[in-house]
């Protein structure tokens, strides 16, 4: 009876994940991996059709915004400043609604009718 190296598909997933990751770690910078990397990708990316090419590159789009700014919380800080800028403008608005209908009503018996 054979001993088995992992006892869970978990197990043996998590395994495999782990050496891809390595695989690519070590080799990342190797010309002749580069090269078989970019023959991969031309010839992957040739038979595409014209709408999962624009599928692929706003998904890619998305996901990279997503990485550089919701995970970081960035986008949501440019958020909490707009949103501060615009409490602050309304209140100026407020302010000035209210001064002119202040200064019509003191000053407008004024006007010529």
């Known amino acids: 009876m054979s001993k088995k190296k992992y006892n869970t598909l978990e197990e043996r ?3 495999n994940k782990r050496n891809a990751i390595n695989f690519y770690n070590n080799h990342k910078n190797d010309p002749e991996f580069i090269k078989k990397r970019k023959a991969y990708y031309e010839k992957y990316y040739s038979r595409l059709s014209q709408d999962k090419k624009k599928l692929y590159k706003t998904y890619n789009t998305d996901y990279a915004f997503y990485i550089k700014n919701i995970r970081t919380g960035l986008f949501e800080l440019k958020i909490n400043k707009y949103l501060n800028k615009y409490n602050e403008l309304n209140k100026k608005i407020k ?19």
């Open 95 to 113: 302010k000035m609604q209210d001064r002119l209908t202040y200064l019509r009503n003191k000053f407008g018996h004024l006007e010529n009718k």
């Open 13 to 15: 997933k998590e395994a």
